[in-house]
């Protein structure tokens, strides 16, 4: 959707090499990827001088063992504890926390079962629970063949949604996923929102593409050909991606299903250097860059059709490149050097109205490149050089005013999640590159990838159990 870093060198633009960029040697290993996955979960660390943390809900996760069920208790404790939507609770060990209560249900005011104030319903000892901190409690068990997701309401003394599911065997492939979902129903059931956990990132590594869960557990290749693979790029339905793949010297753009590893030729690409291709809200249209010996502008084809390459940008003396829509389809985000230095413009998605987007300050502000428009349409999230080294920034689309996110080492190609909260991006900050996730709102960061070598990543939109199957 993006990912390129354009500078310039005797007067003449150069395209800095997110193709040609040096591949870096392996670092630490993940965590398992099978479908027993019963790691701790990794806290990450906040980031104080930028963020103020806001007031989140508590929520504890019951100590039961058995049924089988014990890595899908850790995947889903996991998963709510990285939606950063919640508090997470650990209780201590032993027999000081008592579940078994006596007295019946009632009606709760969430439409659920409760029990009388001050007293316990079914299993849960409320008034302790609520003592603790929590505001809400996920119960996790089997009935015969279905797992059973109980969320009980401490304040209203009751259950307040009990999810049902059938989950695939852990062998399967769709497992992970399967309770991924499960944990975004559960916070869908708690707060109202949809979560992230039913997602997964693409990224570059050894000039091959990459799945791996946003969890940071089940990375898989996906890139179907043995030449340099770059620059993928979701479609929003989730099914399929596109990419750039690089050979003698040229660029050629494919699209790649997910779930059969079936890869198709864009039209009229491969005769220059395409690359960075996005796709927009509807499916329908890619947009990319070419570069060519007269420069690099930004084009659009209808996939649809295979048909209607289209210019957006005339160049002249500057390149233009690296398009992201915006989730109307109204607007095209982009790189252009146009002031000297690459920085972020936008135009309309038929190439008109094009205007700085970023505000900068000449001689002062760095390039800016690798743009990305937030899934909510508010933000435009890029890498910018401060004093020698990249760091992300967030820019607000209506105010046009900027903030920078990160300080630490050097981060660079930040992509969203579908909660417009949540970035991937590359950093250095522990000795080499690998992939990390930000929230915005509570500055957590933590790492997705603790491999040295990946780079140039791309959330998904979530995953549905239609497109969630892989190869």
């Known amino acids: 959707m993006k990912r390129q870093t354009v500078g310039r060198s005797d007067g003449r633009t150069v395209i800095v090499a997110a193709v040609l960029v040096s591949l870096l040697s392996f670092g630490p290993t993940v965590r398992r990827s099978d479908g027993q996955d019963t790691s701790a979960i990794d806290r990450g660390v906040r980031i104080g001088i930028v963020y103020r943390p806001g007031v989140r809900p508590g929520l504890v996760m019951l100590p039961r063992t058995g049924q089988g069920l014990d890595s899908v208790r850790t995947m889903v404790a996991r998963d709510l504890d990285y939606s950063d939507r919640f ?10 926390i008592r579940l078994a209560g006596t007295t019946g249900p009632r009606r709760s005011s ?47 003394a009751g259950i307040r949604r009990t999810l049902r599911v059938r989950l695939p065997r852990s062998s399967d492939p769709d497992f992970r996923q399967a309770v991924h979902r499960l944990a975004d129903q559960a916070l869908q059931a708690a707060i109202g929102t949809p979560g992230i956990a039913a997602t997964r990132i693409l990224f570059v590594k050894d000039g091959k593409v990459y799945q791996i869960d946003q969890d940071g557990a089940d990375q898989k290749l996906v890139s179907s050909s043995d030449r340099k693979a770059m620059s993928p790029a979701w479609a ?33 690409t491969g005769s220059a250097l395409d690359f960075t ?26 996939i649809k059709d295979n048909c209607c390459l289209r210019r957006l940008t005339v160049g002249r003396f500057s390149d233009n490149l ?3 829509f915006s989730p109307d389809g109204q607007r095209i985000a982009f790189v252009s050097t146009r002031p000297g ?3 972020i413009y936008v135009m309309a998605a038929d190439g008109t109205d094009q205007q700085l987007f970023a505000p900068f300050d000449y001689g002062v502000t760095g390039a800016s490149n690798a743009p990305e428009w937030s899934p909510d349409g508010q933000s435009v999230a890029f890498h910018r050089d401060v004093a020698g080294t990249l760091q992300v920034f967030v820019l607000d689309v209506r105010t046009r005013t900027v903030r920078q996110l990160t300080s630490v ?4 190609d930040p992509t969203w999640a579908p909660d417009s909260r949540h970035l991937a991006f590359v950093s250095d900050r522990s000795g080499y590159r690998q992939l990390w996730i930000i929230d915005l709102d509570t500055g957590r960061i933590r790492p997705l990838l603790q491999q040295s070598g990946a780079r140039l990543p791309a959330w998904s939109p979530r995953l549905s159990e239609a497109t969630s199957s892989t190869p």
């Open 110 to 156: 969430a439409g659920g079962t409760a029990a009388p104030r001050g007293g316990t319903q079914g299993s849960l000892n409320y008034p302790l629970y609520q003592a603790l901190g929590a505001d809400f409690a996920l119960d996790i068990t089997a009935a015969g063949d279905t797992t059973l997701a109980t969320l009980h309401d401490i304040a209203g």
């Open 409 to 412: 080492g050097r981060n660079e």
């Open 341 to 343: 230095l690459p920085q």
């Open 322 to 324: 690296s398009p992201t």
């Open 277 to 302: 291709p996005a796709f927009s809200p509807d499916g329908q249209t890619l947009a990319f860059s070419r570069a060519t010996e007269e420069g690099t502008d930004v084009y659009t084809i209808n």
């Open 87 to 96: 508090e997470v609770i650990t209780l201590p060990g032993g027999d000081s």
């Open 236 to 268: 929003s339905d989730g099914r399929h991606f596109a990419y750039m793949e690089f050979q003698a010297g040229k660029g050629w753009l494919y699209l790649q299903e997910m779930g059969g590893g079936k890869r198709t030729a864009v039209s009229t």
